[in-house]
């Protein structure tokens, strides 16, 4: 092989490798947004209270974090065969969420559960769903993102 044809070759490999190390960079930003650290808590109201369900989460997305949205779900309904889809969730109440870091938040959702709720719930196990939508508009949607159970 010539000198010449060599040193083409060193070099095309060389913007190649440069390419896909960029390629790889970009690609990288364009992650979905991660959910991190899911816990949901359910209080039962009693007679002189009401109860709660709080669902906490951590989302990260590299171009920040626009909206999350929460939908619990009971295990012995529609949804446990066919979970829960972006569509479904975009009639769902968002969680209120706070910066934690330039690419990070920490979101929460908290609805009041009243004795005309409980009652009117079934009992067993539920789910929560999750939609996260990062600012550059990738979603990440965990239909099964924490749980609690209705006794």
Request: net charge negative; glycine share 6%.
């Amino acid at each position: 092989m010539s000198p010449r044809v060599t040193l083409s070759v060193a070099a095309g490999a060389l913007v190649l490798a440069a390419g896909a190390g960029a390629f790889a960079l970009a690609h990288a930003d364009e992650q979905p947004p991660a959910l991190g650290d899911s816990a949901a808590r359910y209080t039962a109201p009693r007679a002189d209270r009401d109860g709660s369900l709080t669902f906490t989460t951590d989302v990260t997305a590299s171009s920040g974090v626009k909206s999350v949205k929460v939908l619990a779900w009971p295990e012995n309904s529609s949804f446990a065969e066919q979970k829960p889809t972006a569509k479904d969730m975009a009639a769902a109440e968002s969680a209120t969420c706070e910066p934690t870091g330039d690419d990070s938040a920490r979101c929460t959702y908290t609805v009041p559960v009243t004795a005309t709720d409980a009652d009117a719930s079934p009992n067993g196990r539920w789910h929560i769903a999750v939609l996260a939508t990062a600012d550059d508009g990738s979603s990440t949607l965990a239909e099964e993102a924490s749980g609690f159970t209705v006794e």
